[in-house]
């Protein structure tokens, strides 16, 4: 499956901006998802994770409250609804994919990346 991530930009502390991660390839709806993220200097980081149903995610304690993940199996899309932005949100975020119905919070068990979409959250 082939990932095409979306939607980064610079926006103002408090505010919104929703990422998208569209997959091309083979049947979308047998992959878990994620989004990662890697700010300059420092390691990549779990944010959220997605069933392949969407009936199941978790969240990274950092965003729990602020960001959304959903998934469009319809239109093999997968979002994230980034509200109350902060900052130390600044990063260039990944999405992800893995064969199978469970998602994790490793990026080593995921097998596709797309190329990353920038955020910049100005203070």
């Known amino acids: 499956v082939q990932l095409q991530a979306s939607g980064g930009g610079l926006v103002q502390a408090g505010g919104s901006l929703r990422l998208s991660c569209a997959a091309s390839?083979?049947?979308?709806?047998?992959?878990?998802l994620a989004w990662f993220r890697q700010a300059p200097g420092k390691e990549r980081e779990f944010v959220v994770a997605?069933?392949?149903?969407?009936?199941?995610?978790y969240y990274a304690d950092f965003v729990k409250g602020r960001f959304t993940i959903s998934r469009d199996n319809a239109k093999n899309t997968m979002y994230l609804q980034m509200n109350s932005l902060k900052p130390e949100d600044t990063a260039v975020y990944y999405c992800?994919?893995?064969?199978?119905?469970?998602?994790?919070?490793?990026?080593?068990?995921?097998?596709?990346w797309g190329q990353g979409t920038l955020v910049t959250v100005s203070s």
């Open positions: 997605v069933s392949w149903s969407g009936g199941s995610t």
């Open positions: 390839g083979r049947t979308f709806n047998s992959y878990a």
């Open positions: 992800a994919a893995r064969e199978g119905s469970a998602w994790y919070a490793s990026d080593k068990a995921y097998d596709y």
